[in-house]
């Protein structure tokens, strides 16, 4: 976010925005309500009442986190519905990628399995072949990647 996006928060929220940037309001919509000192709480609110699109957005943040968080797989829907009715624009392109591999979305707040542990040796075998890019061949590739699982 450049220096357009700052001066839009600014502009648009007056004093409740001194100091804030929208990383700032990002981070702090992000968190939960309890995990935020009463002075970022207050800062938070003041955005919240000066702008209705952020209002509605973090709202929709944080059912969407709760979805995630406690695996509530029979709601996506109703989240997606919500939100592309009345989100901000970039949230409505999310509900609408989502709506795109519905079966997916359900399955991965319903189901107990994980595929991260894939994703991790994914990212191992990734890194080893960006180290070594150029200095060796295929063979101790393979003998590093195979010695290390």
């Not at 309500?33 to 957005?57: K, M």
């Not at 994980?114 to 990212?123: F, L, M």
Request: hydrophobic fraction near 35%.
């Amino acid at each position: 976010m450049g220096a357009t996006s700052t001066q839009h928060v600014s502009t648009h929220l007056g004093r409740a925005a001194v100091g804030l940037t929208p990383g700032t309001v990002r981070l702090r919509v992000r968190r939960y309500f309890c995990d935020l000192t009463n002075s970022q709480n207050e800062r938070l609110l003041q955005v919240r009442l000066a702008c209705p699109d952020i209002t509605r957005g973090c709202d929709l943040a944080r059912t969407f986190a709760d979805l995630v968080c406690y695996q509530r797989g029979y709601l996506p829907q109703e989240w997606i519905r919500q939100a592309e009715q009345d989100a901000p624009k970039p949230m409505k392109g999310f509900a609408s990628f989502l709506r795109q591999d519905l079966d997916a979305v359900t399955a991965g707040l319903t189901l107990p399995w994980s595929s991260g542990v894939v994703e991790g040796h994914v990212n191992r075998v990734k890194t080893l072949k960006r180290a070594m890019y150029g200095r060796a061949s295929f063979e101790l590739l393979r003998t590093r990647i195979l010695t290390q699982s």
